[in-house]
């Protein structure tokens, strides 16, 4: 039985990614020469050509896409490996990595991870970035889980598992008083200064499409997708504010901050994604089996 040469496989694997055979070579520090006679003795192995020419850059051959996921498969359950020994304890290990979207609600993300907060034996590390960025370390597992607002499609290179953990209303809040009293929906979205959450929110496109079918033009005065500044400038601005309820939890508890009406049919979706894995954390397990017990309690 012959064996596979994984040094070769792992240099076709950056070649592969990179797309070009220069850019690759100056990654794995070593020279273009060396690095294309590498890729040749695995061809030379597996009996099949990888690559194609297409000018400077390199396109894989059929047979090249295959042995890319094999490939992928390969080196990330090693960065798996790698994550659990750095514990020095397979059993035992309890650190949990969250990465969360940027612009996700802090006071979600503090609900959703309450149940292993303050826990002996649980280690949280959090890390905040662009959803693509997340992704990234998902797939090499330097990540246990993603919150985000926004699903993920999964395919054969990145095998997502997309939960969705929370659905959250969202209202229109604004000062205490005779102003909430006063105020008339849907009419009054036209003429009343109004904080709505950024163009690429799915929150924002529900909205527009309820104000595009109650025949309400809107103009925000101001457009924030960080929900953190969004909460500041709903507490703060004096002005009306379309916001999912449990980024202003605390001041709608507080009473510094009303709710003027729930917008029925506008709500925010939270999605906890995860890689597959070989060996199950037991605080992940928790959380997701606490998310989905907590959404089927309050399901209608």
């Known amino acids: ?154 395919d054969s290179s990145t095998p997502w598992r997309c939960q969705q953990v929370a659905q959250q209303s969202v209202c229109i809040v604004g000062p205490p008083g005779k102003a909430a009293k006063r105020f008339r929906f849907p009419q009054d979205l036209g003429t009343l200064p109004l904080i709505l959450p950024g163009p690429s929110s799915d929150i924002r496109s529900q909205f527009d499409l309820m104000c595009e079918q109650l025949g309400v033009e809107v103009d925000p005065y101001a457009e924030v997708e960080d929900m953190a500044m969004l909460r500041l400038l709903t507490r703060d601005s004096g002005g009306l504010a379309v916001v999912p309820e449990v980024v202003v939890q605390d001041e709608l508890q507080s009473g510094r901050l009303q709710k003027y009406r729930v917008l029925e049919n506008v709500v925010e979706c939270f999605y906890a994604i995860t890689a597959k894995r070989h060996f199950e954390l037991v605080a992940l397990n928790t959380l997701l089996e606490q998310s989905l017990a907590s959404m089927q309690a309050t399901a209608p």
């Open 1 to 154: 039985m012959r064996n596979l040469n994984f040094h070769h496989l792992y240099y076709f694997w950056v070649v592969a990614k990179e797309g070009h055979l220069t850019r690759a070579a100056e990654q794995l520090h070593v020279s273009q020469s060396a690095l294309s006679s590498q890729i040749r003795q695995l061809q030379d192995q597996l009996g099949h050509e990888l690559f194609s020419r297409d000018g400077r850059s390199l396109r894989l051959t059929e047979v090249g896409y295959l042995v890319l996921e094999y490939a992928e498969s390969i080196f990330n359950l090693g960065s798996e490996l790698l994550a659990l020994t750095e514990s020095g304890d397979l059993q035992r290990l309890q650190r949990l990595r969250i990465g969360s979207v940027a612009t996700l609600s802090r006071n979600f993300q503090e609900n959703f991870l309450r149940p292993v907060i303050g826990e002996a034996k649980v280690k949280l590390i959090i890390r905040s970035a662009s959803l693509e960025e997340l992704l990234e370390q998902l797939k090499v597992h330097k990540l246990d889980l993603i919150l985000s607002n926004r699903a993920v499609a999964a």
